[in-house]
């Protein structure tokens, strides 16, 4: 088996608009075009354009497929409306999580289910044999997609002269079929930015048509194309979860202050169910660590795996820590004690490499777009 990283079908349109390749979860994929904060910033106050390819796509249809749905993961798939979409987890046994998904209900019996790239397989794999005793079958549809991302406040003009699609009537966290210039594409209005904005799911064979259709409508409004690099800070500073660092195996909903994703309420019994009952009761009387917001009152940059500090001890860790654009300072999201977490917890600071540099606790998300 070639160890050699996958391509998405917008490989060579990358290269050719000079983008720094990186290898991500298995995929070549672009870290940034050009200046990573011009990117961020552009973002913020107009729009940007990405290649979110390496996502996993996976399919589940049948007579049972909400039921199938329902036992493995941790959220009521029951409730989810036709054309809507829900964030919710798969967890282990013990409760641990395996990954955050997005689920699209794609019609009566039929659901798409986005996994991260680096854990596509892994959830591939649960969902097949968690889903085996119902009348559903799972469907691997990681190379029947590209998926391309319009996000920032200029995104709903942008999208709206290539589509006759009804953008308006489109929900937050919702989906639904329509023609972008000329390309038959999912529209959804997700994403991990903090601002409005689409994905668009197409076929790959029409992914370079679709992006070069984006880029020209998107010329007079600022339109730039981004990579991974900045999607982390926009995704850092709007305080959202990413796999591998603020959530983990190691880590149950509960303990990530995530704990509303679980439905106990639901039909049926679900895989986790028993652990995770046991970690909320855990979490209301004796309460984890909690994820806060960090912000820099020096220029040092924390990264994840830093401790965090008090009096002396260490309270907590950081797990994402990066330069925000928008505030014009180093922030973090860590994991802390509670009795430190409270907004404005005096003399907290974060260990930089043997000098622990002064912190202000706040509560996340760092940046809020305006409505």
């Known amino acids: 088996m070639s160890n050699a990283p996958r391509l998405t079908s917008l490989d060579a349109l990358h290269r050719s608009l000079g983008a720094t390749m990186t290898d991500f979860a298995g995929w070549d994929m672009p870290l940034r075009y050009g200046s990573e904060r011009d990117e961020h910033n552009a973002v913020r106050t107009r729009a940007g354009l990405f290649d979110l390819s390496h996502m996993g796509e996976i399919t589940v249809t049948g007579p049972e497929a909400m039921q199938a749905l329902n036992h493995a993961l941790v959220g009521n798939i029951a409730t989810i409306g036709a054309g809507r979409a829900r964030y919710t987890m798969i967890c282990q046994e013990d409760g641990g999580i395996v990954d955050d998904l997005i689920v699209y209900r794609l019609g009566e019996t039929e659901y798409m289910v986005v996994a991260n790239a ?179 009152e020096g220029r040092r940059v924390p990264r994840a795996g830093f401790s965090v500090v008090a009096g002396g001890e260490v309270v907590g860790e950081v797990t994402s820590g990066a330069p925000s654009p928008t505030l014009g300072k180093p922030i973090a999201i860590a994991y802390v004690d509670a009795e430190h977490a409270a907004p404005g917890t005096p003399g907290v600071g974060i260990d930089i490499r043997g000098t622990h540099e002064a912190y202000e606790v706040v509560a996340l998300p760092f940046y809020k777009r305006q409505k």
């Open 118 to 296: 680096g854990n596509a397989q892994t959830v591939l794999d649960a969902i097949t044999e968690r889903a085996a005793g119902f009348d559903a079958e799972v469907r691997d549809d990681r190379d029947a997609y590209a998926l391309i991302a319009v996000q920032g406040p200029e995104s709903p003009g942008i999208l709206k002269s290539v589509t006759d699609a009804d953008l308006d009537g489109l929900k937050y966290y919702a989906g639904l079929p329509g023609t972008v210039a000329g390309v038959p594409a999912l529209i959804a209005r997700t994403g991990y930015t903090g601002e409005d904005g689409f994905e668009l799911f197409v076929t790959p064979e029409h992914a370079e048509r679709l992006w070069r259709a984006l880029t020209e409508a998107g010329q007079d409004a600022g339109l730039v194309p981004c990579g991974l690099s900045c999607r982390d800070t926009l995704r850092l500073e709007a305080g959202m979860p990413l796999y591998g660092h603020e959530l983990t195996t190691a880590l149950t909903p509960f303990d990530a202050g995530l704990g509303r994703v679980v439905k106990f309420e639901k039909d049926g019994d679900f895989v986790g169910r028993t652990a995770l009952e046991a970690a909320a009761a855990k979490a209301e009387s004796n309460p984890p660590r909690k994820l806060v917001g960090l912000i820099a």
